[in-house]
């Protein structure tokens, strides 16, 4: 069985990002052998981070940011769903994955969802850089999602040409972890 987390990037009460991460996690959640479970970060409620030592010195010790890094540490695979704000990822997203251990994305398939008015391609690329820094394997393709042509009535409707393209990354992802599985 592979764990496989949907980690949901924006913590604002009206987010886009809850109907994305769900339309990803339906897709992987089809894959035999595959326990899909979505992340939320705003579940967490998580202070901005403040400790002491940095996470690749030392587990982060505030309850909230211990409570994170465990949960993300218990998967095998990890898909992040990631707004674009100014050009980059959200500060919710950047801030939890601060409280992250290396080990939680080590050697583990990373698959990246982009959205925003310009597809969330700068969110991509800059959580590129962030998970190669950990360790963690990018898996190829990424999906990028437009809110000028994904949404309907103001409700999450992808377009048909996205139509397999979730199932290509997970595949990916899955196969990065399994081949790194010794690795971990
Ligand atoms: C603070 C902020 C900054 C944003 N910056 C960008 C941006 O740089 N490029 C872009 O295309 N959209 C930008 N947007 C639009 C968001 O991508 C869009 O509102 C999206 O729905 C945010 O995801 P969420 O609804 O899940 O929070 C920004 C939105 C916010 C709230």
Same mark, same amino acid.
């Given at each position: 069985?592979?764990?496989?987390?949907?980690?949901?990037? =924006?913590?604002?009460?009206?987010?886009?990002?809850?109907?994305i991460?769900?339309w990803v $996690?339906?897709q992987?959640?089809?894959?035999?052998?595959?326990? #899909?479970?979505?992340?939320?970060? @705003?579940?967490?409620?998580?202070?901005?981070?403040?400790?002491?030592?940095?996470?690749?010195?030392?587990?982060? +010790?505030?309850?909230?940011?211990?409570?994170?890094?465990?949960?993300?540490?218990?998967?095998? +695979?990890?898909i992040?769903v990631?707004?674009?704000?100014?050009? /980059?990822?959200?500060?919710?997203?950047?801030?939890?994955? @601060?409280?992250?251990?290396?080990?939680?994305?080590?050697?583990?398939?990373?698959g990246l969802v982009g959205y =925003?008015? /310009?597809n969330g391609?700068?969110?991509v690329?800059?959580?590129?850089?962030?998970?190669?820094?950990?360790?963690?394997? #990018?898996?190829?393709p990424q999906v990028y999602l =437009?809110?000028?042509? @994904?949404? +309907?009535?103001?409700?999450?409707?992808p377009?048909?040409?996205h @139509?397999?393209e979730v199932?290509a990354m997970v595949?990916?992802?899955? $196969?990065? =972890?399994?081949?790194? +599985?010794?690795?971990?």
């Amino acid at each position: 069985m592979t764990r496989l987390a949907v980690v949901l990037g =924006s913590v604002r009460p009206n987010r886009m990002g809850g109907a994305i991460a769900q339309w990803v $996690a339906d897709q992987a959640a089809a894959f035999e052998g595959v326990e #899909v479970e979505i992340v939320d970060i @705003d579940a967490f409620s998580l202070p901005l981070f403040a400790e002491p030592m940095a996470p690749m010195m030392a587990a982060p +010790a505030d309850p909230a940011g211990a409570a994170f890094n465990e949960k993300i540490q218990s998967f095998d +695979a990890v898909i992040f769903v990631a707004p674009e704000y100014n050009y /980059s990822i959200p500060g919710s997203l950047k801030n939890a994955i @601060d409280f992250l251990e290396p080990k939680a994305l080590a050697n583990k398939g990373v698959g990246l969802v982009g959205y =925003s008015y /310009s597809n969330g391609i700068r969110a991509v690329e800059h959580l590129k850089q962030i998970v190669t820094g950990f360790g963690g394997a #990018v898996a190829s393709p990424q999906v990028y999602l =437009s809110l000028n042509t @994904d949404v +309907a009535d103001g409700a999450f409707a992808p377009a048909a040409y996205h @139509d397999g393209e979730v199932p290509a990354m997970v595949q990916a992802v899955l $196969a990065r =972890s399994q081949g790194l +599985a010794s690795l971990r």
